[in-house]
């Protein structure tokens, strides 16, 4: 067993540096409030919608691809994996307008946006887990905004959640045979 103390000395110096090195003032960053929020996050949504159709095409149709997931989804989505980014361009686009609009919820604009964009997240990669993430992201950020909890509501969410992993995961087990029920 040999054992170095070469290390011990690097510790202590950089425990000292920390303590004795002085304060350094913390930036002030503005951020404005963006205008017309609603129509840059269609444009993300519309844009990502037209890659996502793209993608289909190309793909044989939506129904050819959620039968090649029955292969396995690594297989059958061996080097596209870079189209999953850009279908979810407009989710971060929906999650940045409910953070920065407190009347989003209440807008079917963004409703629609946000089930597109979740829609299109699930039938890009199959990935259940991906619609669930960005859907926990989202009640955080609406549990940050309000700075309220709403217990119901977030049960609510989490049933909203659970059921949507069993359909989403039964619709994808019915590719293993070969059709979709």
């Known amino acids: 067993m040999n054992y170095s103390c070469n290390k011990a000395p690097s510790g202590a110096g950089l425990v000292r540096g920390y303590f004795l090195s002085p304060a350094l003032p913390a930036l002030a960053v503005q951020f404005y409030q963006p205008r017309h929020p609603a129509a840059k996050v269609s444009g993300a949504v519309l844009f990502s919608a037209a890659l996502f159709l793209v993608y289909m095409q190309s793909r044989g149709g939506v129904v050819s691809h959620i039968l090649s997931w029955g292969a396995g989804r690594n297989e059958a989505l061996a080097g596209a994996f870079y189209w999953q980014f850009f279908t979810q361009l407009g989710l971060i686009g929906c999650l940045s307008w409910l953070v920065i609009d407190p009347r989003s919820t209440v807008q079917s604009l963004f409703?629609?946006?946000?089930?597109?964009?979740?829609?299109?997240?699930?039938?890009?990669?199959?990935?259940?887990?991906?619609v669930i993430y960005f859907m926990i992201m989202g009640a955080l950020a609406w549990l940050l905004r309000e700075r309220r909890m709403a217990v119901i509501q977030l049960a609510a969410i989490a049933l909203a959640d659970l059921s949507l992993m069993d359909i989403l995961g039964n619709l994808r087990a019915s590719t293993y045979g070969g059709t979709i029920d």
């Open 111 to 130: 409703w629609g946006c946000t089930i597109t964009s979740l829609a299109m997240t699930y039938l890009t990669g199959g990935s259940r887990s991906s």
